[in-house]
């Protein structure tokens, strides 16, 4: 067959269609920052970057933007999941890796995936129904507290069950990319399979598990409706975890309604969601690098 | 050697009961939304669309959220697939073997896909603002749209590089130009794969509320144009859910549960496609 000019034509032109849309796609994260930075730049213009992120009087009206607050809240929240989260989620990952058949691992993985893709506002109800009054009629009052029930602890429980699929996941793949020869060894030498676990695969995937809690908790830190309706939302620095919080991205959601009728009000939203969005992508970022590290030895 | 084989115990038992600790949690979110919502769903719900005083406890559904939903994730899902398609196709066909380009796109598509949806929605409100438009079913398709963009990106590249390399080998030798195998072959051959990747995100893009509070707004009415509001479902549940009136936090519960039913319904279709499709392809 005679390749005809039309077709080397299509051909070359769809090819640079293809790489212009391939570098517009991945240049995204890019083009957000920017935009969002354009549009916060009236608020750094008028107050220096230290002011905003360490200073804790919340007062828009007044022209008093402190997020200490809301990123310390951030970070209670977010602090709180990971806590619950890891080890249920290593044993578990390890569990289904290392201990139980094959089969019931095939028959769990597609349930953990059905947890992923449940949406945030349903986690909320589930929190407001059952979390929430648990601790306020129970939790709280054990440790002699009072509490609305709206509280970190509320939060940091939702949030820890929906990075459950995330951390699972990425552990499950880089368990079962530790060499088979090594568990093999360790058992040959009369070890028993937990001290293989333990000193042989843990150690070996150790960098991937880390990896994997990283990416959980830049998806906890961005978490936003589910953290809403059960966080209590007061804008104050929590000091326990049966204290309220304000995460940012509540924050954000929270007050879509006035910004533009208070001054400099956008602007200093749309620059939390910038200070967001920089944590995330640098979270991301890290455990990406070691991912791709992992990945590369098992080839 | 007796501790060894306490310890082997033990972490056994502690193990099996973390794993259970989460599917129970699965199953307990699960069955609270079905008793919950289920008592208080009717088929006012899904036919009839919020009459005056709705949020005060009187007559009405949710149909405005239902149809929101559809239309904006319908057209999020057609826009999406505008972008990932071909970023799909470049980087499995066009781009050369090991480039930096493709393993650069790759990387960044992955950090995208982490990015939170809150930001995609303070983004499109920018996009919104630079414009002059007002929170509208367009600002919430492209809000979506990008949101959605690196999930199905990123599932439709892996679908294409499991294909079996022979059948790139097989059309190149008959003359086809890259163009060509992309459009008879590739797009064939991965059928299955690709409306897998369709319907997930698709599913994702249904369900979040953070992306569009912004970006679409809120309506009682079915969305006529792509310059009106529209509601969605996510934030129907979480607006009646913030009444302090116990009739229309049941209707909540109840919004949720078809939230939750058609997300269900989403993914069983999407492994029913998979498997139904399967036969058309070479293996």
Known sequence: MIISPKRIFYDRWAGRLLLALTIAGSLLVVIIAAGLYLRSRPILADYPLAD??????????????????????????????????????????????????????????????????????????????????LIQER??????????????????????????????????????????????ASLALGATRWQTVKKVVVRRAFPGIVAAVVLGVSRALGETMAVLMVAGNVARVPSSVFDPAYPLPALIANNYGEMLSIPLYDSALLFSALVLLAVVVFFNVVSRIVLVRVEKRIE | MNWRATEEKSAKILMAAATAVILSSLLLILGTVFVKGFSSLNLDMITRTPEGGYYLGKEGGILNAIVGSLYLTGGATVLALFLSLPVAIYLNLYARRGSRLASAARFSLDV????????????????????????????????????????MCRAMDESIRMMPAGLFTASYALGATRLETALKVVIRQCLPGLLTALLIAFGRGIGDAASVIFTAGFSDSIPVSLFRPAATLPLAVFFQLSTPFPEVQDRAYASALILTAVILLISLLSRLLTRKLRKNIVK
């Not at chain 2, 896909?113 to 995609?120: E, K, Q």
């Open chain 1, 52 to 133: 905003l992120l360490f200073s804790s009087s919340w007062r828009p009206l007044r022209g008093e933007f402190g997020f200490f607050p809301f990123i310390a809240g951030t970070f209670w929240v977010t602090g709180t999941a990971v806590l619950i989260a890891v080890p249920l989620c290593l044993l578990t990952a390890i569990f289904l890796s290392e201990y139980c058949p094959p089969r019931v691992r095939e028959g769990v993985k597609p349930l953990i995936d059905l947890l992923a893709g449940i949406p945030s506002v349903v986690f909320g109800i589930w929190g407001v129904l059952t979390i929430v009054p």
């Open chain 2, 112 to 151: 995208l896909w982490g990015v939170p949806s809150i930001v995609y929605g303070a983004f499109g409100f920018t996009l919104l603002l630079a414009f002059g438009l007002r929170a509208s079913l367009l600002g919430g398709i492209i809000a979506v749209a990008l949101l959605i963009f690196p999930i």
């Open chain 1, 139 to 184: 939790i709280a009052p054990f440790f002699g507290i009072s509490s609305s029930g709206y509280t970190v602890l509320a939060a940091g429980v939702v949030l820890a069950i929906m990075v459950f699929p995330v951390i699972i996941h990425v552990c499950l793949e880089v368990l079962g990319s530790v060499r088979r020869g090594l568990r093999e």
